[in-house]
């Protein structure tokens, strides 16, 4: 079975540049989601999706981030523009059902 | 206001011996706990879980206990590999909700 994929592994961006993650999930996983990993600390939801809606985007910055899933399968994630702040790990991760998230390697975005 | 918390940052064992790590909650509504490992550069892997109407759940080498009256879990390894040699988070899920919310981790070292 093919893990969830993301890409970019790695992004160097300027501040106030947009950017984009890709996620492609596991097979037949209907809820995707989506988390931010600051240094030294444990991931934290930004959204998540069952099938195409998006359910809980409460802590999705929404003047400058977005996202979305078309056709339910796979998803991005933009800043625009980026900030300082936003320096961090984005975390992909699906489920199926009450099963455990799995998680994708993660794209490391760094803000200059 | 943290509501998983793991406050060792570190630990150090001796390979062989038992490594026990520690995860305190404050959320009386979690009742789905899940321990995450996660190697440098690759996302979070699944490793175990508890549902609150346990108090302890054995896989292989792998043991979480639960006490749930003291808002307590901890995750035993025996015996420790340097394998094991990872940062081990920490997540619960409150009923009825797909969130996780996750600790800050615990990096463990196992010497050989």
């Known amino acids: 079975e093919a893990g969830v994929v993301q890409s970019p592994r790695y992004k160097i961006i300027e501040k106030k540049q947009p950017v984009a993650f890709w996620c492609n999930p596991i097979?037949?996983?209907?809820?995707l989601y989506w988390y931010r990993q600051n240094l030294g600390q444990g991931p934290e939801l930004l959204i998540r999706?069952?099938?195409?809606?998006?359910?809980?985007d409460s802590q999705l910055p929404k003047d400058r981030f977005s996202a979305e899933r078309l056709k339910g399968v796979d998803s991005t994630l933009k800043i625009q523009p980026a900030e300082l702040g936003d320096s961090a790990v984005y975390l992909c991760?699906?489920?199926?059902?009450?099963?455990?998230?799995?998680f994708g390697d993660g794209t490391r975005l760094s803000i200059l | 206001d943290q509501q998983v918390k793991q406050n060792s940052p570190s630990l150090s064992v001796q390979e062989g011996r038992i490594s026990i790590l520690n995860c305190d909650y404050t959320?009386?509504?979690?009742?789905?706990f899940l321990w995450y490992k996660k190697y440098p550069a690759e996302g979070p892997t699944f490793l175990i879980s508890i549902s609150s109407i346990k108090d302890k759940n054995e896989d292989g080498r792998f043991t979480v206990f639960l006490n749930k009256s003291a808002k307590h879990l901890s995750l035993h390894i025996v015996p420790s590999q340097p394998g094991d040699s990872a940062v081990y988070f920490c997540a619960a899920r409150q009923g009825g909700s797909e969130k996780l919310v996750f600790g800050k981790g615990t990096k463990l070292t196992v010497n050989p």
């Open positions: 959320n009386s509504m979690f009742d789905y």
């Open positions: 991760a699906s489920s199926f059902g009450p099963q455990p998230q799995h």
């Open positions: 999706y069952e099938n195409e809606e998006a359910v809980d």
């Open positions: 097979s037949g996983h209907n809820t």
